[in-house]
Nanobody
Framework: QVQLVESGGGLVQAGGSLRLSCAASGPTFSTFRMGWFRQAPGKEREFVAAESWRGSNIYYADSVKGRFTISRDNAKNTLYLQMNSLVPEDTASYYC?????????????????WGQGTQVTVSS
């Protein structure tokens, strides 16, 4: 059973930065292919960033490209999302997830394990 716990969310002014963390259980974290999603109130969960199935590439949503960076520390079983130049439109609950299907990385249904989410609020 995989368990994911996000942290690092909070309230930040526009233009500021936050780093989200996702701590994963299990000895095979290095083999997990993971992603970040976000969901604002009244909206569907949307793709933010993800590792490719082979782990050699990173993909970003156009809305965050150049501002957000996904990374991992396998020794700490932790995935990160560095978020810079935040804008109010980035306000949402952010979720990390483990992909369990080698399909399109943008689809939440291809991810079988999810964390509980961490809230990010960007004030203008």
């Amino acid at each position: 059973q995989v368990q994911l716990v996000e942290s690092g969310g909070g309230l930040v002014q526009a233009g500021g930065s936050l780093r989200l963390s996702c701590a994963a259980s299990g000895p095979t974290f290095s083999t997990f292919r993971m992603g970040w999603f976000r969901q604002a109130p009244g909206k569907e969960r949307e793709f933010v960033a993800a590792e490719s199935w082979r782990g050699s590439n990173i993909y970003y949503a156009d809305s965050v490209k150049g501002r957000f960076t996904i990374s991992r520390d396998n020794a700490k079983n932790t995935l990160y999302l560095q978020m810079n130049s935040l804008v109010p439109e980035d306000t949402a609950s952010y979720y990390c997830a483990v992909r369990t299907r080698a399909a399109a990385y943008v689809n939440p249904t291809d991810y079988g394990y999810w964390g509980q989410g961490t809230q990010v609020t960007v004030s203008s």
